[in-house]
């Protein structure tokens, strides 16, 4: 009879329980129990096989035994108890029975059988080399090994089983248990794993082995059961391991701690093993990883003892297997990254660190580093764990690198130092997303004033000598780092730093490493290979946009770039930005990005065009690809979608509206795809309104926008007033402003049309421009500004501002169509902001287009200049300005009643109370001069009374806050004055207004406003002469203060050019006024004079400075100041001698007046005298004129060979009438020399003075001759000038004349030429007397002082040189002014050789040795040799001048 429970071959046999149960059946009678005791015990004396009895016992239900083992419910039967119990007592029976037979305790009895039993079980037929290295029980050992425990749990509940014999029988015949089979004598408590560990005294030898062996094994695939059980085995012994070894409790005994160790031992024994296997990651370390859940082992110990366990096996990670060095570490530390070290190791941090905060784990990670040799590796991948897997990592380890950095520089500890160096590159390996990059933390850390080291120069001694000892085991990534962005250092410290540098560079380059291939965000990571230089300046440009796009501003690290990297900014990261690609319509953050690198300046101009130029190539080649989907051209495509579009303004609805904008704004893109302004988005539309031709198509496709958009106001005001249509207007433009191309073709096409076209706009199209310009202005806040070329402002204007110019208001036809332009923006305006406040009105109304109204109106219709309430007895109009619009847009309508409408309209009229909407008498004066005469609306009449109206009537008494002048005559004055200076020369030549001549009719309304300017002053001046001198002399002043005040504004490197054009401008409306005002009147002692001084000193600042050579004023200037003078002098008590006692002042203070005065006096005489004549009834002329006439007479009397006596006149008149005879001679070379030989010098003191005056006057037409030669000019003036040199050279007054800066005898004469003059006169000289002969120089060398002036000559003409102010030479021989200057040098080398010793005294030596030292040495040598200073008696000093 066999009991075996596994399945055979042969007959199907039953059990025990199964033939009980069977007998169950039947109805027991009272003798059969008898019977079956009986027959029991009778079976069992014939079968005594305890084995196959255990197998008969227990549930043999595989499900039910894995339900029992895995904590379920078990299902409960009154059968299957009463089975177990039964069965469990025949065993008792049995086995008390046979050990009583066999004289032994009933135990040992026990213990053998489940051993055979168990031995049974266990041993396993090894079919294949699998199951011989098999570590665990197959599932039906399983299920057999579970029915015998429950059997022995039953022994053991009956008390005849010992469980410690039971092991100790166990371990006799199993050196190496297996680990399952105690895990479940453990699970069913027959034998626990705390005892196995504290009595087993071999279990430190087995244990590990078996837990290596059980965690290296790998059960099949199909066998998920023995698997779940493998890890359940493992982390049960792990949790008994752990609750032993780390339980902390102060009553320990010896033995528990002995067994405590034992544990620790054992754990500390799998960790070592797992990381030694842990870099190749197989499945025993991922077994063994598991039993470290938090949550399988705290089931089983307490949470102190796990956090012990945890922080024990932390620090057995971190001091295991010490052997890599700090050099190591530094040049293997990019190998430790997260994504190079096994996931075993990384998954093992996070098990251990699971139940710990950040700051917790990193105290710890300090505090072994601080007491331990360590494993570095461990160390930089726990890190990198820490910041990889927690968040809060990153600001607890910059606290911790900020610690150890202030401790090392405390107590210059290198360690500390070395630590915060490898976890801040551990962090920075980790990438910019989870820490700092090293280069971000090196400069946090060093680069600035407030670092560790900058604390004092050992501190820096210690960081560099700390950099320079890692230099050769640095990666070279860290190296470029620390040579790009330098610690910082004192200026006075800055040779350590450079020391390191060239270190660091040496080392770079034995790698063969370049710095500049280093990108801007290049960061020390774990990609293994460094990125080639495109693919890191590609990177970098990703990283320097995404930074834009966040923040708004450029990156500091670029903006470093640009200056410190640039071959790498120009080279790399520019044209990885630059790379040419179809730019969206709308910017996007790349497109932002270049255009802010732009504005600062970044870009080179060049590569920007070229970029710009790429780009558009590019949206030109997929033009065809953004066309609409049809067949017909863009044009065709963008008729029918405007035709639409006018359909939806009257009957569509906002959205529909919208929509098809969209449709027509992507069909425009196609015809305008983008030009360089809309890529750069520049602030300004460049308008020029000199070339505004456009492509064809582009003409057509503006004309058909232009065309829709009147249309579509047409149509939409047939039913409603602006003010109750829909948005589609600004919506419209809104479109043409989203295109920059588009919308600078539309200005161009609007400038074209209101500048040359006007007159052929219908009043539709004028209704409808007028429309589109409110818009326009409406737009300003979204709309770029517009820059006219060539420029008529110096800013930019708003688009309405700008296309107003165009409105021209110049003819009559244009006068026409801008009244009507401007009436009908205005209504439409007025109109369109009706329902908004006053202060939003203003965006629908152009103050541009409304002062033009406010000029026009009254110009046009004399109706408008009446005061309101005198036309209206209720004062304005209060209609609403809808009716305004009703009314322009009724073609029955006159415009000209249009226009009186809206002028008398309460709203217009209270727009005039803003400021900006006020035209000021500047801007009326500006809009008056640029009015054609001949073209003009009105007459010569009309506008008389309207300008006399505008000026007197209106803006005279309007207050000065509304643009008038507020009753003040002079500021009315002041505005005509300014407004005719600034009107351009060409419109009226200066030469045209001479004494005799009139105004011309033709051209501007120039003459029109001097008229006015000059009833004015008349006005001024006769209500004044009411004998009140004071009043005439505050308008005499305040004319000349005008003037002064614009040339001394004309102060700047064009000044010269600036104050000549004052000045001419100046003096044509010098000549429109009575010459009389220039002259002041004063009363001294009772009796009135002539005061002249401003004038004087006006005619030597300014005109003096922009005469030409010849030094004189035009004939029409110098008439228009000698009649005022004789007028003014009329007035006076003595008249004549008034006169005379001016122009003898001015002989001497003012010489440029009386020699322009001897220089026309052939032409002024006879209007003069005849003058003279009708002011005093034919009394004689003042004596100064007469000597005027006298001193000509003279001249010319000399000139033809006439000797007479020289008249009492100044010597500068009689000098400048001597030039003036010979001035337009052409042949009288002998007569020149005879009247030299009449005034020789040594006769008379005067005649010396005259010859030297007219020496000036001569140089004077020298210099002009060789800055302008026109005809014999040179030969000539060279040839008066040589005679007169010949004259003079014994005599030294005329070396005074080339002394402009002295005061002497000769300076009025220099002031009759200007400063420039002057300046050039030593380069004149210098290149006169290199013509003069060899005798002369011998002559002129005698002459005392001639040396000292010669060589101060020389210096100015050095000078001059220098400066860059040169001038061509003499024409005939071509010289060049540098071979000037050579021959001017040996010219006075050679006089300097020649010279005797005394020519220069020892002040003049000294000071000549002085300035030649900077400027000529060789000069200043010869002067030291030749003329030797200790040769010199002290009298030659006192002779010499």
Known sequence: MSLSASGGSGPQKRTVCSLLAGRVIKKPKLEDGHQLQEATIQLLDLHQNLCSLFRELGNTDPCDIFCSQNGHKQKEAASDANHRHVSGLLLVCELRRQAAQ????????????????????????????????????????????????????????????????????????????????????????????????????????????QLKALCGWTPLQEEEETKKVQQKVLSTVAGVLVGAGFELRPDLAAAERKISLLCRSVLDDMLVWFLDIEEKCGEGSEKWIQTFDASLCGASVSPEALQHFFIHSLTQIFTCNPRLTVSDAVTLQNEWTIAKVSHCLTSLYCKLGVIFSVKQLLHHLQQVLETHEV???????????????????????????????????????????????????????????????YSDWFKMSFGGSTGYHASSKKSLVFLLKFLSDLVPFEPPLYLKVHILHPPYVPAKHRNLLMEYVTLAKTRLADLKESVEDMGLYEEVSDTGSSLQPQGQAAQDVEKAVSLFESTGRISATVMEASLFRKPYFLTRFLPALLKPRVLPLKPDAQMNFTEALKKADKIPAAQYSSYVESCQKRRQQNKTAEYVD?????????????????????????????????????????????????????????????????????????????????????????????????????????????????????????????????????????????????????????????????????????????????????????????????VAAVCYGLCRGDSVSPQQQQDYIPNSLYKKLLY?????????????????????????????????????????????????????????????????????????????????????????????????????????????CGGDAKKLCTHLFNGIMDQPLSDLNLEKLNCSSGLSGAGTCLPDLLSRLQELVYEMEVSNLSGKCRRRADLW????????????????????????????????????????????????????ALDCNTLIEHINQHHRKVCPPASVLPCSITAHFLKGLLCAGVQCDHPAGEVNKVLSQMSITCPLFMVSAVRWWQQLSPLLFSLWARLRDGESLPKQLQLLTDCRRWACSLSQGLVIQMPPAAVLICAASLHGAYRGCEEQQQSFSDVLNALKPETEAKHQQVLVSLLFLCMKDYLSA????????????????????????????????????????????????????????????????????????????????????????????????????????????????????????????????????????????????????????????????????????????????
Not at 398 to 409: I, K, T, V
Not at 1072 to 1079: D, I, M, R, T, Y
Not at 1402 to 1412: K, M
């Open 102 to 209: 066999l004289g032994v305790s009933v135990g040992a009895v026990s213990v053998k059988t489940v051993l055979e039993r168990l031995m049974e079980i266990t041993e396993r037929q090894e079919e294949n080399d699998w199951d011989s290295r098999r570590e665990m029980l197959t599932s039906s050992q399983r299920i057999k090994l579970c029915v015998l425990l429950e059997s022995t749990k039953e022994l053991l509940s009956q008390g005849v089983l010992c469980p410690k014999l039971l092991w100790v029988e166990y371990r006799r015949d199993q050196k190496h248990p297996k680990l399952e089979v105690v895990y479940y004598l453990h699970l069913y408590n027959i034998l626990t794993l705390d005892y196995i560990v504290e009595s087993d005294e071999n279990v430190r030898s087995w244990l590990p082995c």
């Open 375 to 437: 494993n570095w590796k461990h160390i930089l991948c726990f890190v990198s764990s820490l910041l990889v897997y927690y968040k809060a990592a990153q600001p607890s380890l910059r606290e911790l690198l900020s610690r150890l950095l202030s401790s090392a520089f405390e107590s210059y500890d290198l360690e500390n130092m070395i630590t915060a160096f490898l976890l801040a590159r551990q962090g920075a390996l980790e990438g910019a997303g989870v820490f700092l990059s």
């Open 630 to 822: 049809t067949k017909e051209g863009p044009l065709d495509v963008l008729k029918i979608q405007l035709q639409e579009f006018a359909a939806l303004v009257v009957g569509g609805n906002d959205g529909e509206m919208s929509a098809h904008l969209s449709r027509i704004s992507h069909t425009l893109n196609v015809v305008f795809p983008g030009s360089p302004d809309e890529l750069t988005r520049q602030t300004a539309v460049i308008l020029n309104m000199d070339t505004s031709q456009l492509p064809e198509l582009h003409i057509k496709v503006v004309n058909l926008i232009l065309q829709n958009f009147c249309q579509c106001l047409l149509s939409a005001s047939r039913g409603n007033p602006p003010n109750k249509q829909s948005f589609w207007g600004c919506r419209f433009v809104g479109v043409l402003l989203g295109n920059r191309q588009l919308l600078s073709s539309v200005i161009h096409r609007l400038w074209d049309l209101f500048h040359n076209q006007a007159a052929s706009l219908s009043a539709v199209h004028i209704l409808g421009l007028a429309a589109f310009m409110v818009h326009l202005h409406a737009s300003m806040a979204v709309s770029p500004l517009v820059q006219l070329l060539p420029p008529m402002q110096i800013q930019a204007v708003p688009l309405a501002d700008g296309l107003s110019a165009a409105v021209l208001c110049n003819t009559h036809t244009n006068m026409i169509f801008s009244v009507r332009l401007c």
């Open 856 to 964: 026009l109106i009254p110009r046009l219709c004399p109706e408008a200049r009446i005061n309101l309430d005198c036309v209206c007895p209720d004062g304005q109009l209060e209609d609403s300005p809808t009716i305004l619009w009703s009314s322009i847009t009724d073609d029955k309508n006159n415009w000209m009643k249009d226009v009186l409408h809206l002028w008398r309209h309460a709203a217009f009229q209270q727009l005039e109370q803003m400021p900006q909407y006020q035209l000021c008498f500047s801007e009326w004066l500006h809009n008056e001069l640029r009015v054609q005469r001949n073209e003009d609306v009105l007459s010569d009449t009309q506008r008389q009374q309207y300008q006399q109206w505008a000026c007197l009537e209106f803006y005279l008494t309007r207050p000065e806050e509304q643009g008038g």
């Open 1037 to 1088: 002043d305040f004319l000349f203060e005008i003037v002064s005040q614009r040339c001394s504004s004309s102060v700047s490197i064009t000044s010269k050019l600036s104050l000549q054009r004052t000045l001419h401008a100046w003096n044509r409306v010098l000549l429109a006024l009575p010459g009389v005002v220039f002259f002041k009147i004063k009363t001294e002692g009772g009796r009135t």
């Open 1266 to 1441: 060789l800055l302008y030669p026109q005809g014999k000019s040179f030969e000539k003036s060279k040839y008066f000038c040589s005679e007169l040199l010949t004259v003079l050279v014994k005599s030294t007054d005329w070396l005074l004349i080339f002394r402009s800066n002295e005061q002497n005898r000769y300076h009025s004469v220099t002031l009759t030429s200007s400063d420039d003059c002057m300046q050039l006169m030593p380069w004149a000289i210098c290149s006169l007397l290199l013509l003069q002969s060899a005798e002369f120089l011998q002559k002129a060398l005698c002459c005392p002082g001639f040396l000292h002036n010669a060589i101060l000559w020389y210096l100015s003409v050095l000078q001059l040189f220098l400066a860059g102010d040169t001038y061509t030479a003499l024409p005939e021989k071509k010289v060049e002014p540098s071979q000037i200057l050579k021959d001017t040098k040996q010219f006075v080398m050679s006089l300097i050789s020649q010279a005797p010793p005394a020519a220069l005294s020892s002040s003049q030596l000294r000071q000549l040795e002085c300035q030649c030292a900077d400027l000529d040495p060789e000069l200043a040598a010869a002067l030291s040799v030749h003329l030797d200073p200790h040769s010199l008696s002290p009298e030659v000093d006192f002779l010499q001048w």
